[in-house]
T-cell receptor, first 114, second 112 residues
């Protein structure tokens, strides 16, 4: 069973608010990822990190930002939320198994911006 | 650029066999993974192929042909709990590591 946790699971906020989606893993994985997924659609990589103080932008342009100050923690921040940010955000991590295409996903944070 | 193609949906009855095909066009290809996702929850890893051939894990098998840029996931002895979305994903090499890019997913509906 994967030990990767996301909070909040569900969030409804108004336009212009700042939000932070939390992601923590207890597996000691160096690599962490954020994917964005709309209902019934594919997962788009928006950010990834290969270790502390390492962050990179993914394939899909995103107005969100991330930080990686501790190995186990990879929060995602939106400074000013807009309705176009409404989506599900999935956090994942991988260790050596990532080299065999295996990521461990959290349950996701479903964000609705009104 | 890169692309992955898989059927959008498949319907089958309990006990049947379903094959989900995945074709890809990408640079830096390293391997092909498959994930299962129920009702938009956490995707879970099913299998991975880096070499040509068939990998079998219980009722699920996965196949890869690198020369054809093609793979498939085979679901045997279908059960109601297998109703879910199935994603193929290509593992791509980067300058110093790897990343996983997903297809659009195939919704499998199992009927009694």
């Amino acid at each position: 069973e994967a030990d990767i946790y996301q909070t909040p699971r569900y969030l409804v906020i108004g336009t212009g608010k700042k939000i932070t989606l939390e992601c923590s893993q207890t597996m000691g994985h160096d690599k962490m990822y954020w994917y964005q997924q709309d209902p019934g659609m594919e997962l788009h990589l928006i950010h990834y990190s290969y270790g502390v103080n390492s962050t990179e932008k993914g394939d899909l342009s995103s107005e969100s930002t991330v930080s990686r100050i501790r190995t186990e923690h990879f929060p995602l921040t939106l400074e000013s939320a807009r309705p176009s940010h409404t989506s599900q955000y999935l956090c994942a991590s991988s260790g050596l198994a990532g080299e065999a295409g295996e990521l461990f996903f959290g349950e996701g944070s479903r964000l609705t911006v009104l | 650029g890169q692309s992955l193609e898989q059927p959008s949906e498949v319907t089958a009855v309990e006990g049947a066999i379903v094959q989900i095909n995945c074709t890809y066009q990408t640079s830096g290809f390293y391997g092909l993974s498959w994930y299962q996702q129920h009702d938009g929850g956490a995707p879970t890893f099913l299998s991975y192929n880096a070499l040509d051939g068939l990998e079998e894990t219980g009722r699920f098998s996965s196949f890869l042909s690198r020369s054809d840029s093609y793979g498939y996931l085979l679901l045997q002895e279908l059960q109601m709990k297998d109703s879910a979305s199935y994603f193929c994903a290509v593992l791509l090499t980067l300058s110093n590591d790897y990343k996983l890019s997903f297809g659009a997913g195939t919704t499998v509906t199992v009927r009694a």
